[in-house]
């Protein structure tokens, strides 16, 4: 079966810096979304990051210019650096990505805590 394990957490102060990183594992034939979303408390979870396959890049308002997703196809990897990171930015991250291992279904990470003091 497909997995999708979660890394890069932790506690950071306002205007420091994280590197985020999910990588699939199982039989995998393709992936053509790879994406992050977070939750903080309380709160709907949202788009923050997503790369499509043979598209362009999209990132939410709040986060353009401070965040960057980028992909490792052949570890199956997607990575999330987050630079100047605000209190705001506090919340579970979770990686997600549309996975063909034949069949197309989408998978989730675990998610990683990620918190920023003021």
């Known amino acids: 079966q497909v997995q999708l394990v979660e890394s890069g957490g932790g506690l950071v102060q306002a205007g420091g810096s994280l590197r985020l990183s999910c990588a699939a594992s199982g039989s995998i034939s393709n992936i053509n979304v790879m994406g992050w979303y977070q939750q903080a408390p309380g709160k709907q979870r949202e788009l923050v990051a997503r790369i499509i396959s043979g598209g362009g890049n999209y990132y939410a308002d709040s986060v353009k210019g401070r965040f960057t997703i980028s992909r490792d196809n052949a570890k199956n990897t997607v990575y999330l650096q987050m630079n100047s990171l605000k209190p705001e930015d506090t919340a579970v991250y979770y990686c997600?990505?549309?996975?063909?291992?034949?069949?197309?279904?989408?998978?989730w990470g675990q998610g990683t805590q990620v918190t920023v003091s003021s």
């Open positions: 997600y990505m549309r996975i063909a291992a034949p069949v197309w279904n989408n998978y």
